[in-house]
């Protein structure tokens, strides 16, 4: 298989360099596959934002974001795998071999295409909280809550995900405040009823966020009812958690993959296969549900395995 490289059509191209596209090339470089990476504007995706972290197997004392991007990197690297820091903006899905147009106006073939482009959380846009993230703000409870122990911390946000991220943080802070700028919550019924009834969940109704206290680490948070306008800032505020959506990086692909109507990119169950024959998706571009970097470097050894054995289909 590794004859396609030299004819100019690549065996496996990867489109992303976070856990899934990482893991995506480990398994493709040890299968001999040759694989091309396109970084994408963000190389090392969302843990490259995140300071600590301590829930991926094998680092007993945790690892910084970064720091485990590299480590994953130089693994990869040491079997092959050649890299680029292109972006696919656009694609030709329709026969093969496929053809991806990059930022920098190369078309590239391939017989294989392995999208992990991820996806991006949402924020409000704040300076300082841009500034902040990962230095006490945070889209991810479920990623940095334990870190809030016995502290008071914020949720921003009225919907699922919201509620849910809110009632997680319980395990952890003394108090979770959940900002909401309606004067109702969006949540589906059992959640509304879950964060409701918590005595450790304050909700703020017609509250927004309007700007993120402190000059190494959150310190506190500025806030105004919409209604009222009436403003404040609370000082006891140490951690703040965005709760207000991810958009997954799909747009080059949606004219040619199946999709959600949130962009999320549909895969056969149980399978990274897209409707386009050789064509895969892995990590949080295609999972809304789980956003974690295990399930992403999980997704991206699923992928990687389906693209070895298409291409052994297409020799027979």
């Known amino acids: 298989m590794s004859e396609s490289t030299e004819s100019g059509v690549e065996n496996v191209v990867i489109l992303g360099s976070g856990p899934a596209g990482l893991t995506a090339a480990l398994y493709t470089a040890r299968a001999d596959l040759q694989p091309m990476m396109y970084e994408g504007k963000e190389p090392g995706g969302q843990l490259m934002t995140t300071t600590d972290v301590e829930n991926f197997p094998g680092f007993e004392e945790g690892i910084m974001?970064?720091?485990l991007m590299g480590v994953m990197k130089k693994q990869v690297a040491r079997f092959g795998t050649r890299f680029d820091y292109d972006e696919v903006i656009g694609v030709d899905f329709s026969s093969q071999p496929l053809v991806l147009h990059t930022a920098s106006g190369k078309n590239v073939k391939t017989q294989t295409v392995i999208i992990a482009t991820g996806a991006a959380a949402r924020y409000l846009g704040l300076e300082n909280e841009l500034r902040l993230r990962g230095n006490?703000?945070?889209?991810c409870a479920t990623c940095d809550g334990f870190f809030f122990r016995g502290v008071e911390v914020v949720v921003v946000g009225g919907g699922d995900s919201a509620c849910e991220e809110a009632g997680f943080l319980t395990k952890f802070a003394s108090k979770v405040h959940l900002l909401v700028r309606r004067d109702e919550l969006r949540a589906?019924?059992?959640m509304q009823h879950?964060?409701?009834?918590n005595d450790k969940i304050q909700i703020h109704w017609n509250t927004e966020m309007t700007d993120v206290l402190g000059e190494k680490t959150v310190e506190g948070v500025a806030v105004k009812?919409?209604?009222t306008?009436?403003?404040?800032?609370?000082?006891?505020?140490?951690?703040?958690f965005l709760a207000i959506g991810h958009t997954p990086n799909s747009k080059p692909f949606l004219e040619a993959l199946d999709h959600d109507d949130q962009?999320?990119?549909?895969?056969?169950?149980?399978?990274s296969r897209t409707n386009i024959p050789g064509v895969f998706a892995c990590g949080d571009v295609q999972d809304h549900t789980y956003r974690q970097a295990i399930t992403a470097a999980g997704s991206g050894c699923m992928a990687a395995i389906d693209a070895e054995?298409?291409?052994?289909?297409?020799e027979s």
């Not at 006490?136 to 889209?139: C, H, L, P």
């Not at 054995?309 to 297409?314: G, M, N, Y």
């Open 229 to 240: 306008g009436e403003s404040a800032q609370w000082k006891n505020i140490q951690g703040v």
């Open 194 to 197: 879950r964060a409701l009834n």
């Open 309 to 314: 054995r298409w291409l052994e289909s297409q």
């Open 136 to 139: 006490g703000v945070s889209a």
């Open 225 to 227: 009812n919409n209604k």
């Open 65 to 67: 974001g970064p720091d």
């Open 263 to 271: 962009g999320y990119l549909i895969t056969a169950p149980d399978s």
């Open 188 to 190: 589906s019924k059992i």
